[in-house]
């Protein structure tokens, strides 16, 4: 059955934990919708290992919108989350208007994700949700800011730093989020975000209060040639790809195949 975001608001008060994956093409996109994801996020993740950027800073809202198309084809049951790359939402509102609206009308995302608590956003995420578009939002290691954190640390260690993130949620909701991730924070004060809030909040790397869990689907497949500490290989489907690539031209230079 098709998930909503209404849905998702019900879950949280019935304690029923949401499921979250990110895709980046038709072919993860069935995969991921086959095996019961409630979300899909086309996370601006894939800059790095699908288009082999070092970090998410550089990756495009043409080469993102791409990649939601395709996601888009392969999806039909869960909801489909876009991921507003750097830069196509902290200039405006209206930049993030324009942008969050060419996701739903060109991509045919339902909701889109942006980083961040501060003012701007908020006013960003109210105007939003004013126009239509419903909003996720991702506070603490927020990885569009690596270069202001020098690097992908834990954030929120500090009691200035973990006051600053549990009122960015608390805002987010206000202005309207209907969901919030909440990345590579202690899961205490993930613990006391999620238990002030009456949306979802969605972990990465913040312990297991939360209200939803996501991984990025290539740490989960074990695709990727690094990935942060906190995220589960569940296969380790780079090393068995390799494999099979390496007998296939052993075969084929032994004249085995075909
Ligand atoms: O881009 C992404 O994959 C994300 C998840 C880690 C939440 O933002």
Redesign the pocket.
């Known amino acids: 059955m098709a998930i909503t975001i209404s849905r998702l608001a019900r879950w949280k008060q019935e304690g029923r934990v949401i499921a979250?994956l990110?895709a980046w093409d038709y072919l993860s996109a069935q995969l991921v919708d086959a095996a019961g994801a409630d979300i899909i996020?086309v996370?601006?993740?894939?800059a790095m290992p699908v288009l082999g950027y070092d970090t998410?800073v550089p990756v495009t809202l043409e080469e993102m919108l791409h990649h939601a198309r395709a996601v888009r084809r392969g999806v039909k049951n869960a909801l489909v989350v876009f991921?507003l790359p750097f830069l196509s939402y902290q200039a405006s509102t209206a930049a993030a208007i324009q942008s969050a609206g060419r996701a739903l009308k060109e991509a045919g995302a339902q909701a889109v994700?942006l980083e961040g608590g501060y003012e701007a956003i908020t006013a960003t995420v109210r105007a939003l949700t004013q126009a239509g578009i419903p909003v996720m939002g991702?506070v603490g290691m927020t990885?569009q800011s690596v270069n202001q954190f020098g690097g992908f640390r834990q954030q929120g260690k500090t009691p200035e730093s973990s006051d600053r993130i549990f009122k960015e949620a608390i805002a987010l909701e206000k202005s309207g989020a209907f969901a919030i991730?909440l990345?590579h924070i202690p899961a205490e004060l993930a613990q006391e975000i999620s238990t002030a809030l009456s949306i979802p909040t969605?972990g990465?790397g913040a312990g297991p209060h939360c209200n939803g869990q996501?991984l990025?689907t290539s740490d989960l497949w074990g695709l990727s040639a690094w990935q942060p500490p906190f995220a589960k290989k569940y296969l380790n489907l780079r090393e068995q790809a390799i494999t099979a690539a390496q007998q296939f031209c052993d075969q084929v230079r032994d004249q085995q195949f075909p």
Do not use: Q, R, Y
């Open positions: 979250m990110t996020l996370g601006d993740s894939l998410t991921d994700k991702h990885p991730v990345e969605i990465i996501v990025v």
